[in-house]
């Protein structure tokens, strides 16, 4: 049951990591392996020997059901995600709305203990706005059917600086890759590549190469500032999930064909709800699981203390 769970706990990360909206940190966050998630990485990378083996135990269990999880989502995505943005951006609302009060609510604690600190959202918006406005400034989707060396660069940072966020329980990576004009083309070079056709395949092992170098950079900063800055941290998380929703209403501005940006007349309340019903369902998920996971026989008042 357990290696089940695990699966399952990939599964939905990878859906959340392959649209802009909710990080799979965020997923992960809401269903309560985060930090099972992120001490695994942190073993992988600097823990014993013994650390190591059971970190490699449970991420290719997790990986597993992300590879899955992240096929059947861009095997849809690329096919629907432009004909149907203002449907999809709905959507990626809906998700970032609702998951910030259960964020909220699961770090009452800590952030009613560091209320001082709230000042941190304001810094979390502000980035997210600041690279989304510049993105939009400078032209919104890149070209990278014949990428340059200058290109390939870019898509080793842009890599780097997604997987950052895309472990964080805050802004989306593909949120970022939306920003920085990558989400359509990454998206579309994967489908490809799904489908046998390998002429994005250099610049994708090149992105690739970043995502590797920013998760080895990241992990242990990661770690420490949830141990040590937990309150600083969780603010600034929030503020950079309500800066994502600037991101996701310029969103259609990005596409290879670019459209207006999303406003009240092309937002759709079904798909916005939609959004909501799969947050709150993951919360349900978790606590159903952190109840079951409870022994029968514990006195009520340490469940609730817990």
Sequence with gaps: MKKLITLL?????????????????????????????????????????????????????????????????VLVLANVFESHIYRVSSLFIGFIIFAI?????????????????????????????????????????????NPDIGMYIYAFFVGAVAICAMVLPGISGSTLLLI????????????????????????????????????????????????KHRGATVYLIIGMMLGSLYSVFMGPTTLENPQPAMGLHTFSIVFFLIGGVVILGMQGLKMLSDKNSTPANEPKAEVQAK
């Design 180 to 227: 920085f004009g990558l989400y359509i083309p990454i998206i579309n070079g994967i489908h490809d590549l799904l489908h046998l056709n390998f002429h994005m395949l250099p610049i994708l092992i090149v992105f690739g190469l970043g995502v590797i170098t920013g998760i080895i950079s990241i992990i242990k900063l990661i770690q420490n500032a949830l141990t």
């Design 101 to 145: 009060p259960v964020v909220i609510y699961e770090e009452k604690k800590v952030l009613k203990d560091r209320w001082k600190m709230s000042f941190f959202v304001l810094i979390g918006m502000a980035f997210v706005v600041a690279i989304t406005y510049a993105n939009t400034f400078v032209g919104g989707g890149k070209d990278l059917s």
């Design 9 to 73: 706990h990939g599964f939905c990360m990878a859906l959340a990591d392959s649209v802009p909206g909710v990080s799979g940190g965020t997923i992960a966050f809401l269903m309560g392996f985060y930090d099972n998630f992120i001490g695994s990485l942190n073993a992988l990378i600097s823990g014993s020997k013994q650390e190591r083996i059971q970190a490699v135990k449970y991420l290719i269990k997790l990986g597993i059901g992300w590879v899955i999880g992240f096929c059947s989502s």
